[in-house]
């Protein structure tokens, strides 16, 4: 059964808007993790964290988790390996000295230049079979989906 054929199959199906989402989304992510992978020997979750670093200076670890939903633990990793690479530093909050704030350093901003523009081409690429009129269509609707309440708890699966 050729990839053509599967893919018509599982997006025409009970779950079709969910199925075409994950395919969406896991498809970039692989083109995505492998390049950053091997041009910079880092996971995905180390750039989205020097990324969200870089526009937040300040921001805390915890607070990560909100703009890239994944595991505390996964975000803590990705910290300590841009510090280790001098990407990153922390500062003690001065009204807690258990708070750490993030701020990137001139390197990882360097960095960022490379990564945010690379990724602007290949959100082009993925985006090309869009005219301009749908790229708006799908990044409204998209961000409707995305600012819903429904997108990290839910009331049919048990998400605690």
């Known amino acids: 059964m050729g990839v053509n054929r599967l893919l018509d199959e599982i997006f025409s199906g009970e779950l079709r808007e969910l199925m075409v989402i994950s395919y969406i989304v896991l498809g970039n992510n692989a083109v995505t993790s492998r390049f950053i992978e091997r041009r910079f ?39 300590s390996l841009l510090e280790e690479r001098n990407y990153i530093f922390q500062e003690t909050s001065e009204t807690d000295g258990r708070e750490k704030r993030l701020y990137a350093t001139e390197g990882g901003k360097a960095l960022l230049v490379d990564l945010v523009e690379t990724s602007r081409r290949r959100q082009a690429e993925l985006l090309a079979p869009l005219s301009e009129d749908e790229r708006g269509t799908f990044f409204e609707l998209a961000l409707k989906v995305a600012s819903g309440q429904k997108l990290l708890c839910s009331s049919v699966m048990d998400t605690d």
Request: avoid cysteine; charged fraction near 25%.
């Open 41 to 79: 020997r880092m996971p995905v979750q180390a750039w989205s964290a020097l990324y969200a670093i870089d526009r937040f200076p300040g921001i805390r670890a915890k607070e990560i988790k909100q703009i890239f939903p994944r595991p505390q633990n996964t975000i803590s990793r990705a910290v």
